[in-house]
């Protein structure tokens, strides 16, 4: 049972414009969401997290946006650059005792410049 | 540096051997990840320490593997009978606190023959 889709294995975005990354979850319990950057050969690196108690965060260039009653959280990088070429995972955690993160599969950006 | 090692970061066994790998964790992080990577997936949970105690290992898939943690530092996954699907990257990561934000290494990638 995959609790945290991400349908989009791919996706190729101009230099410049907008990448909007997509990710659903099943589980209701749920109530923290990261986003993690890999490039290859290396581990996944934190990018950007949201609490449940929010519907946005914005750090620079990236903003994550949580719909609660769709299960569904989007990940915005603008303006999208040849170095955001990575695989990005959707991870989710629920809170009341340690964190277990669960990922999704990723979805492999590339940024044509 | 003063990232998560992990070693080896490659690793080749044949079938039905004894496989270790070690994780070095960021120095004074209390809690500790082991999670498997297969191709085109996302990091899947194995276990979690908190400390020198397997705080959950309901990730580990099988009575084959093992992790210890002996001193609450470096910590230590064990295969054992190695079988082909074991083949995958094993990912150690760290944190601070008891939240999301995990601090990866690069890996260990694990081919058995």
């Known amino acids: 049972d995959q609790q945290v889709k991400q349908n989009s294995p791919s996706l190729s975005v101009q230099e410049g414009r907008i990448s909007i990354l997509n990710c659903d979850y099943t589980n209701s319990m749920f109530d923290y969401f990261l986003w993690y950057k890999k490039y290859p050969a290396e581990g996944p690196t934190f990018l950007i997290s949201i609490s449940s108690i929010k519907d946005k965060n914005e750090d620079g260039r990236f903003t994550v946006f949580l719909n609660k009653s769709a299960k569904h959280l989007s990940l915005h990088i603008v303006p999208s650059q040849p170095g955001d070429s990575a695989v990005y995972f959707c991870a989710a955690s629920a809170s009341g005792g340690y964190q277990k993160v669960t990922f999704g599969t990723g979805t492999k950006l590339q940024v044509i410049p | 540096g003063a990232g998560v090692s992990q070693t080896p970061s490659n690793k080749v066994t044949e079938k039905g051997k004894y496989v270790e790998l070690r994780c070095d964790p960021i120095?004074?992080?209390?809690?500790l990840y082991w999670y498997r990577q297969s191709l085109g997936q996302g990091p899947e949970f194995l276990i979690y320490?908190?400390?020198?105690?397997?705080?959950?290992d309901s990730g580990l898939p099988n009575d084959r593997f093992f992790a210890v943690r002996p001193e609450g530092s470096v910590s230590t996954l064990k295969i054992q009978r190695t079988e082909r699907g074991d083949s995958a990257v094993y990912l150690c990561?760290?944190?601070?606190?008891?939240?999301?934000?995990?601090?990866f290494g690069e890996g260990s990638r694990l081919t058995v023959l």
């Open positions: 990561a760290s944190s601070l606190a008891v939240t999301g934000e995990l601090f």
């Open positions: 320490f908190q400390g020198t105690g397997a705080a959950d």
């Open positions: 120095s004074g992080h209390t809690a």
